[in-house]
């Protein structure tokens, strides 16, 4: 298992990994595929100024880790919002833990100051794996999503670098 800085060139894969939770599970409140140009543009956005890190088994990617701005206001610019996945089937294993802690440390390396996960309700899963790495619940916003023809809740969990 290797890990690596994403380049555009990994947008495909990244899309394999994405669109079956955004198909088929609550976890992320995106309700479209995302298309393989459109998540090329995301990963450029992202890596002008911020981490996008992929897990690769034998050359293969199998998760990716980045981080976005929190906010806009420049007072804001040492807070990041950090998302991670694995492809489906790969939970369980450690890989996660081990992806997240490297974007984690990237962003200590960088000097940012605050990391927050938005976890959508519920996931447990996701949930040990940001208490694991130390992060805290500090909100939970209630009935902020709406798909699968449910309400859904968001908790914020907070790691300070």
Not at 123 to 130: E, I, Q
């Given at each position: ?115 927050i996960g938005g976890v959508a309700q519920p996931n447990p899963a996701s949930v040990r794996l940001h208490e ?20 859904l809740d968001v908790g914020y969990w907070q790691l300070h670098l």
């Amino acid at each position: 298992m290797t890990i690596r800085s994403a380049t555009v060139e990994d947008a495909a894969r990244i899309c394999a990994i994405y669109n079956p939770y955004v198909q088929g599970t609550t976890v992320t409140f995106e309700e479209e595929p995302v298309a393989e140009a459109e998540m090329r543009r995301r990963i450029q956005d992202v890596t002008i100024y911020l981490p996008w890190l992929v897990l690769e088994d034998e050359g293969e990617i199998v998760g990716y880790a980045y981080a976005t701005k929190w906010r806009a206001r420049s007072a804001y610019r040492f807070s990041v919002e950090s998302t991670v996945y694995l492809e489906q089937g790969r939970t369980g294993a450690g890989l996660g833990t081990r992806l997240y802690g490297e974007l984690v440390a990237e962003l200590r390396r960088r000097g940012l100051r605050t990391v927050i996960g938005g976890v959508a309700q519920p996931n447990p899963a996701s949930v040990r794996l940001h208490e694991k790495l130390g992060f805290r619940k500090v909100a939970l916003f209630e009935k902020v999503g709406y798909k699968f023809g449910q309400w859904l809740d968001v908790g914020y969990w907070q790691l300070h670098l």
